[in-house]
């Protein structure tokens, strides 16, 4: 029994996806929920699994295909052995198609007059990757006879490969580019004395751990800060609708974490509830999932105000942009020894300097720098979120 393999409904608002990396070829075996295809929407990066075990029979969309939710992208034989490859008449049509060629590897392939077949291709499905090119071109010449002049190899400083902007890359520079050019960006500094949380994190870093199997990071202390300071200062919290100004009474923290695809910012939902633990385990968990790109759009949606951590990258100092409709986010950078002036005298420090970029036509300049004031002090005294003062 043949079945279509059909791209399931992700969301109200996605109508199309972009086709990504097949993981299965024409031919190959799959078992029931094994991933499929790659498939990418303008908010996540997603893996399709197989409905049921089988032979993929049939590809319709290729790498790169833009398609409709609810279309046929491909067809699995459930009758079809599964063992090994396919058998006939499939069996034939997939060991006589020539091996994929990536476009690098092709390039390389016609500057040194090498046969497709004098490679051993080792990418998926059977692809021939520049590193199996290179790789034929280390072997001696006769591995090659049908080039007559001895292979030449490339320098490393002027090749060129053009690779299509994924669709989550797209949608990500559309909305960069629209936050510079829709809305009034003003960005103000700080910096924060992190000796209060690091004797914290000393002091109670081993009980912690020990209780809810995870660190007691620096990520909590910023989202109870910033929660904190969003009650004060409701206006970072807000949003433009037409007209209108929206003020929100909850609390959804996005985090922006390093992902397969590139940077996401799952959501803290409701964090003005969440403890400590509850938040360095949910972060935790989205860092992990978000490097095998298994992050739900749910969890990658919303979100009032964002915090975005380049100090694990090593980032000194930033101006993070405002991801709309929200009006305020948050970039700490590294924490740096440093000397600065107590009470007369110089001392060396733990400081991070703490940039807050804010949409000037909801937040004036006065709101933004006691928002950011106010998360300085909570975070040099962080027994004040104990106590709520």
């Known amino acids: 029994m043949q079945l279509e393999l059909k791209v399931p409904p992700l969301g109200e608002s996605i109508t199309e996806v972009e086709i990504g990396q097949w993981l299965k070829v024409e031919g190959d075996s799959v ?3 094994e991933n499929v295809v790659v498939i990418e929407t303008s908010k996540a990066t997603m893996e399709l699994p197989s409905p049921i075990a089988g032979v ?3 590809i319709f969309k290729p790498k790169g295909s833009i398609v409709q939710i609810g279309e046929v992208i491909g067809t699995i034989d459930s009758e079809v052995g599964t063992t090994g490859k396919t058998q006939a008449p499939t069996e034939s049509s997939v060991t006589n198609m020539e091996p994929r060629i990536m476009p690098a590897a092709a390039r390389v392939l016609a500057e040194n007059k090498i046969k497709v077949d004098q490679t051993t291709p080792t990418g998926p499905g059977g692809r021939v990757l520049k590193e199996d090119v290179l790789r034929q071109l280390e072997t001696p010449l006769t591995a090659h006879p049908a080039s007559q002049t001895p292979p030449r190899k490339e320098t490393g400083n002027r090749n060129e490969e053009v690779v299509p902007m994924s669709r989550l890359r797209r949608t990500v520079a559309e909305r960069l580019v629209q936050a510079q050019c829709n809305t009034a960006l003003l960005t103000t500094f700080n910096e924060v004395d992190m000796s209060a949380i690091a004797a914290l994190r000393k002091d109670y870093q081993e009980a912690f751990t020990a209780k809810y199997g995870v660190k007691l990071g620096f990520m909590s202390f910023f989202v109870k800060a910033s929660v ?11 949003e433009i609708r037409g007209n209108d100004v929206v003020y929100k009474n909850y609390y959804d923290i996005g985090v922006a974490v390093g992902g397969g695809k590139g940077l996401v ?5 409701n964090a003005e509830h969440l403890s400590f633990s509850q938040i360095e385990v949910a972060v935790a968990d989205f860092g992990k999932r978000a490097k095998s790109n298994q992050l739900t759009l749910d969890e990658l949606s919303g979100g009032t105000f964002t915090i975005s951590n380049g100090g694990v990258y090593g980032s000194l100092l930033s101006t993070p942009i405002v ?6 986010i948050l970039g700490m950078h590294s924490i740096q020894d440093r000397p600065v002036a107590r009470e007369g005298q110089v001392v060396i420090r733990p400081m991070m300097y703490l940039a807050l970029t804010y949409d000037h036509r909801v937040v004036d300049g006065r709101e933004a720098v006691t928002f950011l004031k106010r998360i300085k002090d909570t975070l040099e005294n962080p027994t004040r979120l104990l106590l709520e003062v």
């Open 31 to 33: 078992s029931k929920d």
């Open 228 to 238: 904190d300071a969003l009650k004060l200062i409701p206006q970072v919290n807000a």
């Open 56 to 58: 993929v029979v049939k």
């Open 265 to 269: 910012v799952p959501v803290l939902r």
């Open 323 to 328: 991801n709309p409709p929200q009006s305020g």
